[in-house]
């Protein structure tokens, strides 16, 4: 069949494209398959009905009865283990990469010889050489699933650490496990209980072949500003003028080494933060609980500086921790901003830079 075209330097106007058209689709439609792939498989699109030539036709029902086996799997493509060809920008190390976030129930002992089992989100990560493509996400969370029914202990998660490791081929690895721990405790003055919840995590850090654990407290307290408390008994005293001094919600996080194996548990942090602030916020409460509540907020007004050094000062006196870091927030009812302070000791949490969003997330949401 002859076709007699255009001068393709020719502009085309739209009543000579579409009779182009036409006279494309009539060959179309008497020529064989073949011709149209060879000439250009995407001209079959321009007949209604018509699938191109040299695309297969798939199965759209899912097959349920289908199982791959070894064979099979061999065949599969895996881009993340894939040459360092495939590596998209720059060859260079990456320090950590892995899961954040993934959830399990995990049963954690506590101090007076008891089991919980607790929602617990774990991050895990690894470091990935320069010229690796990327990791197995899976391996991280297979690893975690294998020792999960184990009472948990930092040396159960060591096992997970070690297993990972070795999975994904890394020379350092994280893991990081959140959870919100109760713990029963009771009101100042009418012996009412409730249940206080910490937000607390654990962190097993491995670089360069050093193992280090570490432990993150959350502590929800009231502090009372000394300056606040003074002005309000002034006005009190010399002007008989009722004043109330002002006092916030507050939230210390306290960043700990724990420099020994299973000697500090999550009770003994938590009292050890109560010991340096004793206005904690309540959970049962009476009129005599907050009448004493208030009092005790006068026995101990607190500036944030003061709450910094009144936490380092009891992690000072504990034995079992090593290098520590407190962040402390007061959220102002006076200001309309917050007061905060940084204390750390050691070189562990110590840093120039800080993120940007730190202490937005020391919000206490309840």
């Not at 040299?54 to 070894?70: G, I, K, S």
């Not at 081929?169 to 990081?176: H, K, M």
């Not at 509540?293 to 500036?303: D, G, Q, S, T, Y």
Request: glycine content about 4%.
């Amino acid at each position: 069949m002859n076709i007699q075209t255009t001068d393709l330097g020719k502009e085309m106007n739209r009543a000579e494209a579409e009779d182009a058209l036409a006279r494309l689709r009539a060959w179309a439609e008497q020529a064989t398959p073949e011709e149209v792939a060879d000439l250009d498989p995407a001209v079959a699109r321009l007949l209604p009905q018509t699938e191109v030539s040299n695309y297969p036709l798939l199965r759209r029902d899912y097959p349920e009865d289908f199982t791959p086996d070894a064979e099979y799997k061999a065949t599969m493509p895996d881009l993340q283990n894939g040459p360092s060809s495939l590596i998209r920008g720059a060859k260079r190390q990456i320090q950590h990469v892995g899961i954040s976030n993934f959830r399990l129930p995990i049963r954690f002992h506590t101090r007076d010889n008891g089991d919980l089992t607790l929602e617990t989100s774990v991050t895990g990560s690894v470091s990935l050489e320069a010229g690796k493509k990327g990791i197995n996400m899976s391996r991280i969370m297979r690893s975690f699933y294998k020792h999960a029914e184990k009472t948990f202990s930092f040396e159960v998660i060591e096992a997970a650490l070690d297993d990972y490791m070795s999975d994904l081929d890394s020379f350092d690895a994280r893991i990081q496990m959140r959870f919100s721990y109760p713990m029963k405790i009771k009101s100042l003055r009418s012996g009412l209980e409730g249940y206080q919840y910490y937000d607390i995590a654990l962190e097993l850090v491995e670089t360069d072949g050093v193992r280090r654990k570490f432990m993150h407290l959350d502590y929800v307290y009231s502090s009372t500003c000394p300056c606040s408390l003074e002005l309000s008994e002034h006005a009190r005293q010399v002007r008989g003028q009722l004043a109330t001094p002002h006092s916030q919600r507050s939230v210390a996080r306290i960043s700990v080494e724990v420099a020994c194996d299973n000697c500090v548990w999550f009770e003994d942090l938590i009292d050890n933060a109560r010991s340096a602030v004793e206005t904690e916020t309540q959970v049962m409460v009476k009129r005599e609980d907050e009448q004493a509540f208030a009092e005790l907020n006068a026995a101990n007004p607190i500036f944030v500086e003061d709450a910094a050094r009144l936490f380092c000062e009891q992690l000072l006196n504990d034995a079992r921790i090593g290098d520590f870091r407190v962040i402390a927030s007061h959220q102002e009812s006076l200001h309309s901003h917050d007061a905060v302070s940084i204390l750390t000791h050691g070189d562990t949490f110590s840093a120039e830079s800080l993120d940007p969003k730190l202490f937005s997330t020391l919000i206490h949401v309840g």
